[in-house]
């Protein structure tokens, strides 16, 4: 029986890595998003899901559930609403943890029951290094610190089930969402990497490895971990 994976916004930058990653290893690939991949995987499954709607995404994951019965979870879906504490609108505080938040909330309980039925089970919360702390990240910084403390509870609450929970944290990540807000000419983006201990920023590749080390059937002894994928940026100020 092949093994099926859920990725929330998984048809572009990190999510699709993510996505071909877990192809690679033999694994069907059910793909929440509101826009489908550009180039399907010859395994994956996608489903339209705007997880800013409550009813819709219950809808969509309750049809998951009943055709997949997922036993691997990649909390990846996230928008960003960048404003100063003064300037987050309450609206935009809403829809950040409406879509980075509640959709994990969502997906995990939706898949739970067969995760428990199998005595197995994987989820992965893509968090942020922002969750440590970064200007103008009012609303998205609260929603990614949520992730974290989210795997973390679910990691007690779950593991005498033979489910982990862990979270990755990604710093600053070469994606075209990315590239468009800093382009490779810029100054800013010169001091982003300049800033990085390995000089390079990361690429989507680089988180999916982290993220498929914690799907791995063989990482059932590393639970309610943060990995920051980073280059290093965030020595000093993650916690030990």
């Not at 990649?74 to 980075?100: I, W, Y």
Request: proline share 6%; glycine share 10%; hydrophobic share 45%.
């Amino acid at each position: 029986m092949t093994e099926t994976v859920l990725v929330t916004g998984g048809s572009g930058g990190i999510g699709r890595a993510i996505a071909q990653r877990a192809a690679e290893a033999g694994w069907r690939v059910v793909n929440l998003d509101l826009r489908p991949p550009e180039a399907p995987l010859p395994v994956e499954d996608f489903f339209e899901c705007d997880f800013a709607d409550l009813a819709a995404t219950r809808a969509v994951l309750a049809q998951v559930a009943e055709r997949h019965a997922p036993t691997r979870l990649v909390n990846n879906v996230g928008v960003v609403k960048p404003a100063s504490l003064a300037e987050t609108s309450v609206e935009d505080l809403a829809t950040v943890m409406e879509v980075n938040l509640r959709s994990a909330v969502l997906s995990a309980q939706t898949l739970l029951p067969a995760m428990r039925a199998a005595g197995f089970g994987r989820i992965v919360n893509i968090a942020s290094r922002a969750a440590l702390g970064k200007e103008l990240r009012t609303a998205y910084g609260a929603s990614k610190a949520g992730l974290i403390g989210l795997a973390r509870t679910w990691a007690l609450e779950l593991a005498a089930d033979g489910i982990t929970v862990n979270a990755i944290g990604p710093g600053p990540i070469a994606t075209e969402l990315f590239k468009r807000a800093n382009p490779d000419n810029s100054p800013r983006t010169r001091a982003i990497i300049e800033g990085v201990p390995v000089k390079r920023l990361g690429t989507p590749e680089d988180v999916a490895n982290g993220v498929q080390f914690f799907l791995d059937g063989r990482s059932g002894f590393v639970t309610g971990q943060v990995l920051y994928v980073c280059g290093g940026l965030t020595v000093g100020l993650a916690p030990i």
